[in-house]
């Protein structure tokens, strides 16, 4: 996705993150890999998502929401990173 219709936050996770610059050491590539979001946290997610397919979303709960969209999309910037990192040395 193209910097400029990132919210402001993941533009700059992008430009802070560089997925396409392959310059992480293979041990620390595969140690992001291993990263995830937590059963309570996708649970929760999820839980949002089927209230938001209702429009039943409190403003609260739709900013809840959209961090964890930025969280999940920075942690992707990451393991993008760690796969091109891990590419480029084999």
Do not use: C, G, H, N
Request: charged share 30%; no cysteine; net charge positive.
């Amino acid at each position: 996705m193209p910097a400029s219709t990132l919210q402001p936050s993941l533009a700059i996770w992008e430009r802070t993150i560089q997925p396409s610059r392959k310059s992480l050491d293979a041990s620390a590539a595969r140690a992001l890999l291993e990263l995830r979001l937590s059963k309570r946290d996708l649970d929760r997610a999820d839980a949002l998502a089927v209230k938001a397919s209702q429009r039943a979303l409190t403003a609260a709960e739709a900013e809840e929401m959209e961090s964890y969209r930025s969280v999940a999309t920075a942690l992707e910037f990451l393991k993008s990173k760690a796969r091109r990192s891990l590419a480029a040395k084999f």
